[in-house]
Each structure stands twice: as structure tokens, then as C-alpha cells.
């Protein structure tokens, strides 16, 4: 009997998951480090994945940014988000953790030592003007500039239908992110051999049905929460007024959070998928069950 073949499912850079996966396995490291150390001007290769996930303390909305980098030889750490569905919103929400890894980063004993924080977002758009940005805070009453921590954006739109011409790995690698079937990643990786291992890996873990259960669920997090978003978004512009936005926005995730339910979802994943608390969801299994 002839057995049945497969379906593979496309697995994305763009992905916390994926972006875990590949960055415990040390093969990996030249690939990430060649894209990320032009940003910050540092190599990472002595830089370790953290994977304690530390959040703001909030219970209803979830601030943890998933991949996080410390090393022992510096005082730095460095903070990276994948933004799938960039938003104002997710902007607030990368400042906001910015700080919260600041408070966390002091480190106890005779001498209390601050680590600065880096932090990187990687933006599925395209800017106008730049590939890459840089920000920073000043201090409103001296003029300088505040030297705790850096932002940096990359707008990875911008590297959509770059291929590797052999004099190009930066920008190439960085239009892997932006790829959408496996057949473009191999025209993007051309002959480059750090790209082709990626490709390769990628391929594999589209049959992976263990890595496929966390890349979906995430996916399906991502996704949902940008539905309510927009969603609410468009109810408060209909209403005119500013709590439209907040309102529409709730319908909407008690609405999803229904569905999910109703699909066997778990109350954990569906409380990480929307800013629902665990109070709300018990009301509306409560309500689902009458």
C-alpha cells in the first residue's frame, strides 16, 4: 500500500515561534547575526535566547515581547519583536515593555548595575522613505539624550524582491521574511549556503506536526487579535466617538472568544488570544452552557 504523502504547511520567518526554533541551534547563529549586527552595530554571537517570559504584571493584556537576549559578557540586552500586524497599538506596547525590561534588569548586590536595553522590531510594511530607523529618548529639560536604551525599526517591505547576487547577504536575507511560499524562499536564497539551510529547515518543520501545533496556535493568536482590532477600529469610526473604538473592539474579541470555544480551544490560548480575563471567559463558558 502505498502511503500517503504529507501536506506541508508554509512556515514563516517572520514568527516568534520560528525565530526561537532556529536560534537555539547554534548552525544558525551566522544567519541571525549577519542580519542583526549592521542594525545595532554588535555581534550577537554570544548572546543567549532567555526564555523566562517576564510580562507587565497586567492581567488582561499580555506585554511580554517573546524573544530575549542576554549575554554574560555585556551588560545589554536585547529585546526582539516580530510585528506581523504593526499598529500604533503595538508600538505603545514595545515602549511600554521597553521599560518594564529596564526595571527588571537591575541587577542585585554591593553595587546596583543596570543593563542596557536594545530593543528590535521587525515590521512587516513598507516605509516611504527609510529601510531602517533608530530612536531614542531625550530629556526634555537638559537636551540629551537618554542612554538606557535604543529602537530600532526594520521596515522589511522594503527588501520585498530582493534575490541573493552574491554581494548582497544583508538584504537578501532580510527578503526572506517576506516570503510567502517555499519556492520564493529558494529564489531569494539562490546559492547562498547560510539562506539554503534556513530554506531547508523550514521545509522540514512544514512536516513537523508537534512544531505545527505551536506555529498555528500562534498564528491564530496573531491573527485574532488583529481582527478585533481592526474591527473595533471600524465601529468607532462609524459611532464618531472615541470609546467606539474600545467598545467595538470587546464585541468583537467576546464574539471570537465564542467561536473559539465553541471549536474546543482552550481557555488559556483563547485568554492569549484576546484581552479577555479569566473571569470573562468563565461568563461566556457559563453562558455557552445554558
Not at 135 to 156: A, Q, S
Not at 166 to 190: H, V
Not at 210 to 222: H, W
Amino acid at each position: 500500500m502505498k502511503e500517503e504523502k504529507k501536506e506541508k504547511r508554509f512556515i514563516s520567518l517572520l514568527s516568534d515561534t520560528t525565530f526561537k526554533h532556529f536560534f537555539k541551534i547554534e548552525d544558525y547563529k551566522e544567519f541571525f547575526n549577519t542580519i542583526i549586527k549592521p542594525i545595532i552595530n554588535m555581534d550577537i554571537k554570544d548572546f543567549e535566547l532567555y526564555d523566562a517570559e517576564l510580562n507587565s504584571g497586567n492581567e488582561k493584556r499580555d506585554y511580554r515581547l517573546d524573544i530575549l537576549l542576554v549575554s554574560n559578557l555585556v551588560d545589554i540586552v536585547i529585546s526582539i519583536e516580530m510585528n506581523q500586524f504593526p499598529s500604533e497599538e503595538t508600538k505603545y506596547k514595545d515602549r511600554l515593555y521597553i521599560y518594564s525590561l529596564l526595571a527588571k534588569s537591575l541587577n542585585s548586590g554591593e553595587d546596583i548595575k543596570k543593563k542596557k536595553v536594545i530593543q528590535i522590531n521587525f515590521n512587516k510594511e513598507k516605509h516611504p522613505y527609510v529601510s531602517k530607523g533608530s530612536f531614542y529618548l531625550m530629556d526634555k529639560v537638559t537636551n540629551r539624550e537618554i542612554k538606557d536604551f535604543e529602537i530600532y525599526e526594520v521596515y522589511l517591505e522594503n527588501y520585498k524582491g530582493i534575490r541573493y547576487n552574491g554581494d548582497n547577504k544583508e538584504e537578501a536575507y532580510l527578503s526572506l521574511f517576506t516570503a510567502t511560499s517555499y519556492e520564493e524562499l529558494r529564489e531569494i536564497a539562490g546559492d547562498d549556503k547560510e539562506a539554503l539551510k534556513i530554506v531547508d529547515e523550514l521545509e522540514r518543520l512544514g512536516i513537523d506536526d508537534k512544531f505545527g501545533v505551536v506555529y498555528d496556535n500562534e498564528m491564530m493568536q496573531k491573527k485574532m487579535i488583529n481582527t478585533a482590532r481592526n474591527w473595533g477600529y471600524d465601529d468607532g469610526k462609524e459611532a464618531g466617538k472615541a470609546e467606539g473604538l474600545e467598545e467595538g473592539a470587546k464585541a468583537k474579541e467576546i464574539e471570537i472568544a465564542k467561536n473559539l470555544l465553541n471549536m474546543g480551544i482552550s481557555k488559556e490560548n483563547i485568554i492569549k488570544a484576546t484581552n479577555l480575563s479569566e473571569e470573562e471567559i468563565n461568563n461566556l463558558l457559563k453562558e455557552l452552557n445554558s
